[in-house]
């Protein structure tokens, strides 16, 4: 089956970096897209990966290995807007987008 | 670009009422819009996916006759929950994407829809 794991939660503090993995094994790849979504609100597109290697935005960095089926969202410099939950897709053989529970980052100060 | 829109953005309706919801791409023909629900706390959960002039695809477990779509044309498409009840109260978020050069891009979302029914 296709399947996503990215942590449920994590903390950090305000100015830190954190860093959130997210593991996939999906019939097929044709790209891995990272989504913020604050609470009561929708998701907006933070990055896409569809080669090895760092892509890096701003203060936002994301990072795919394909071969070990990994990808990981690095966060800078924390602001607590960054308090929100990160979400983790992947387009499969299909282009059928499989989405990852999510992760919800709390931002301490 | 890649404006989304959403409405209404929130919607309050009586048990045994329907209710439709519609998603328009604003600056950008949309090959395929999706639908998705959210309760609170949880993931979303892909409900459907719509290309324009054909036949909704729907996830597994999702009534087809309760929730009805129509994508009549690039930019525009409609959910209707039928005979809502108070189950069906939730989060409610489409979204599109385009084919480019065989190439799909991001999905964009729209604002969403809060559903509640009483």
């Known amino acids: 089956g296709q399947n996503i794991d990215q942590p449920t939660e994590m903390t950090a503090t305000e100015g830190a970096i954190v860093q959130i993995n997210c593991t996939y094994q999906?019939?097929?790849?044709?790209?891995l897209f990272w989504y913020q979504q604050h609470a009561g609100e929708a998701p907006t597109f933070l990055s896409y990966n569809v080669l090895d290697g760092l892509e890096e935005k701003g203060r936002f960095s994301s990072f795919l290995s394909r071969s070990k089926g990994y990808s990981y969202l690095l966060l800078k410099e924390l602001q607590m807007k960054d308090s929100a939950s990160y979400l983790c897709a992947v387009d499969d053989s299909n282009y059928q987008l499989i989405w990852g529970a999510g992760t919800k980052l709390i931002i301490k100060p | 670009g890649a404006v989304v829109s959403q409405h209404p953005s929130w919607v309050i309706c009586k048990s045994g009422t329907s209710v439709k919801i519609e998603c328009r791409s604003l600056?950008?023909?949309?090959?395929?819009m999706f639908w998705y629900r959210q309760f609170p706390k949880q993931s979303l959960m892909l409900m459907a996916t719509s290309n324009e002039g054909s036949k909704a695809t729907y996830e597994q477990g999702v009534e087809k006759d309760k929730f009805l779509i129509n994508h009549a044309s690039l930019t525009l498409s409609t959910l209707t929950v039928t005979s809502a009840h108070p189950e069906d109260s939730s989060f409610y978020i489409c979204s599109a994407r385009v084919l480019a050069d065989n190439v799909y891009n991001e999905q964009f979302f729209g604002p969403g829809t809060r559903l509640t029914v009483l």
């Open positions: 600056d950008f023909q949309a090959t395929t």
């Open positions: 999906t019939s097929g790849f044709n790209g």
